[in-house]
């Protein structure tokens, strides 16, 4: 028998999105699915939408809760699902009608804890602003393609890995990529991870959305609790992938943070963040520089990326042996005061 594919969708005042999403889930050839979507809070016509859906279809199971969070209503949606796999799909994106199917032959042809596909960024017209396609995977030698996607959408999980590390998101006020830090542990984590080199998961990107408003300060902030708990997790057990790839995407994710996502953040946010890092990674920041010093020159990255990364470790630098020079400084004289 097939198996089941659990798509999650969470949903908070999309009604001009939403429509289209679900039905490209309907459509789907690979039809042994179902649709769990958690109405968090909508104020909109959102929900009007869903049951109209919900009374053609049975697939779709709907749940409606008090606002708290695309976290919570994620983790809803995960307490209910009783798929083998474990989808996940925005509200205001879509798929196209292959998707599932490409996503479920290469899981089970590689026997795999996660599969990672390629998405296509459009705007809300339907104007394609970029296509990222996967390319090859190999453990330990090339596995940057889990690090250049990472959202926890335009992925698929088996459902016992993620119940075999009592995997859940975590809400933290305002924060900003909090799927980035499970994404993260996937990779470091999952057996057989393969690629399918499609970009069928459409990536829309909404007009006005906050995160695309660049002029504009927003409130965003890094999930600190989320990354701790990540982070702390993986090195206690030691990653099952390579390590030298974890720590890029780490300091990918940290430089993303530092130079788009706090570029207008106050000075004061800007410190907290630094100290953060020195904190956690303070026993692995040597090491962490050293390895992305001898990875940079060959690994497949824009750019961009690595500029960002390399100023980052520059920086991270900079401030781990200053404040290591303060500490020894600061030790001198108490032995002198002795």
Not at 82 to 89: A, P, Q, R, S
Not at 140 to 163: H, T
Not at 243 to 248: A, K, N, P, Y
Request: aromatic share 12%; proline share 2%; hydrophobic share 40%.
């Amino acid at each position: 028998m097939k198996p089941l594919v659990s798509i999650i969708v969470p949903l908070y005042n999309c009604e001009r999105y939403i429509g289209k999403c679900i039905n490209s889930l309907l459509r789907q050839s690979y039809g042994h699915i179902e649709i769990i979507v958690v109405n968090d809070g909508s104020t909109d016509g959102s929900d009007k939408i869903l049951q109209q859906l919900v009374s053609r279809d049975a697939r779709i199971r709907y749940i409606c809760q008090s606002n708290h969070g695309v976290a919570h209503a994620r983790n809803t949606a995960l307490k209910m699902a009783v798929g083998e796999y474990i989808l996940f799909v925005d509200a205001d994106d879509y798929v196209d009608t292959d998707y599932v199917k490409g996503m479920v032959d290469c899981a089970e042809r590689n026997h795999s804890d996660l599969v990672i596909s390629g998405f296509t960024m459009e705007a809300e017209n339907g104007r394609k602003i970029k296509i990222l396609s996967t390319d090859k995977y190999e453990r330990f030698q090339n596995e940057v393609w889990a690090y250049r996607l990472s959202a926890c959408c335009g992925r698929m999980y088996r459902k016992a890995f993620w119940d075999r590390y009592h995997l859940k998101f975590i809400q933290e006020q305002n924060a900003r990529a909090e799927d980035v830090p499970i994404v993260l542990f996937a990779n470091a984590m999952a057996r057989n991870i393969a690629v399918v080199p499609k970009a069928e998961y459409h990536y829309v990107q909404r007009t006005g959305s906050a995160m695309h408003n660049k002029g504009k300060k927003v409130p965003f902030l890094f999930p600190y609790k989320a990354f701790k708990i990540m982070y702390k997790k993986v090195m206690e057990s030691g990653p099952y992938n390579s390590r030298m790839f974890w720590d890029m995407g780490i300091l990918k994710f940290l430089a993303q943070f530092e130079f788009v996502i706090y570029r207008n953040a106050d000075h004061r946010e800007k410190k907290r963040f630094q100290t953060y890092i020195c904190k956690l990674l303070k026993e692995d920041i040597v090491a962490l520089c050293q390895e992305w010093k001898e990875l940079k020159h060959d690994i497949v990255l824009p750019i961009s990326h690595k500029i960002a990364i390399s100023l980052f470790v520059l920086r991270i630098e900079c401030k781990y042996y200053k404040e290591k020079t303060r500490s020894k400084y600061a030790d001198n004289n108490n032995h002198c005061l002795l």
